[in-house]
């Protein structure tokens, strides 16, 4: 008897979930008093990229403990900014999957994120990263496999971030994402497959 073969998934996929941008904006507004912490790998981009936690790590107080992306971690709590955002808790509630990791991920204008792969972030490997363009602008280039992704506010993305990928923002107003890590479910399999 022939092993089934194992699914491979696109390096990117756009899903069929669309969400209102002017309300993403609105609570992303509502949220501008609140800080944003520098990205903790500084090697990996030039110019201010920052990260404001929406769930973290349970037991994480530190800024960058509820930034980190932990690979053993198993318990996820809501941080205390995601209180602020109802229009946000209401968009990741339509996900049918175990939420780990959820953050706003801002790049400011003139700033890089560089070339790099993140290990395990592969639909493969049961982790998925996804991401949901709040602000962006035509500068904005994000390459996945070094051929262009371009996402537009509202829209969710799966992209294998275990592949190389890098994010250029040469234009004068930062690009903000919702950046969701969650767990492999029967459902993002069926809408990273109808996406395809």
Not at 111 to 119: F, G, T, V
Request: with cysteine; glycine share 4%; charged share 25%.
């Amino acid at each position: 008897m022939e092993a089934e073969k194992r699914y491979v998934y696109p390096d990117r996929v756009r899903l069929r979930l669309i969400f209102d941008a002017a309300r993403l904006r609105a609570d992303l507004a509502a949220l501008a008093a609140s800080s944003w912490t520098p990205h903790f790998v500084p090697q990996n981009y030039s110019g201010d990229w920052g990260v404001m936690p929406l769930r973290a790590p349970a037991g994480a107080d530190h800024p960058i403990l509820m930034i980190a992306a932990h690979p053993d971690a198993r318990d996820f709590v809501d941080a205390p900014a995601l209180r602020r955002a109802p229009y946000l808790r209401e968009v990741l509630s339509h996900f049918d999957c175990t939420l780990r990791s959820v953050r706003l991920m801002r790049l400011g204008p003139r700033s890089c994120i560089r070339e790099h792969c993140d290990p395990g972030l592969s639909a493969e490997e049961g982790l998925v990263r996804l991401h949901l363009p709040i602000l962006t602008n035509s500068r904005v280039r994000f390459e996945v496999n070094r051929r262009p992704v371009v996402m537009a506010p509202g829209e969710v993305w799966y992209l294998r971030l275990s592949d190389p990928h890098r994010v250029d923002n040469a234009g004068a107003d930062a690009r903000v994402h919702l950046v969701i890590d969650a767990a492999m479910s029967p459902w993002l399999d069926a809408q990273l497959r109808e996406g395809a």
